[in-house]
């Protein structure tokens, strides 16, 4: 999987077995889960995709959260409600 190489193990360096368990879990979850996918239109694979905002109002009004994993080598952004 070309993802896993190019955005986790060649930014990570291993220390043993359970380490890199651990992050290939972590980027697993991130990658299928969270992650946007442009070939789909930015959607997340196991999600449909998000109404549209065409407000510019709203637009204008996105409070977004970030979340680091893995340390900070992977961010998650989610709208706040």
């Known amino acids: ?3 896993c190489r190019r955005e986790l193990l060649d930014r990570t360096l291993i220390w043993n077995q359970r380490h890199l368990l651990h992050a290939l ?6 990658y299928n889960a969270h992650r946007p996918h442009q070939g789909i239109a930015n959607a ?3 999600h449909s995709l998000p109404e ?3 407000d510019p109002d709203e637009i204008a009004r996105l409070d977004i959260h970030r979340t680091d994993r893995l340390g ?4 998650e952004y989610q709208h706040a409600a």
């Open 52 to 54: 549209p905002i065409t």
């Open 44 to 46: 997340c694979p196991l």
């Open 1 to 3: 999987m070309q993802p």
């Open 72 to 75: 900070g080598l992977l961010h």
């Open 25 to 30: 879990r972590e980027f697993e979850q991130f």
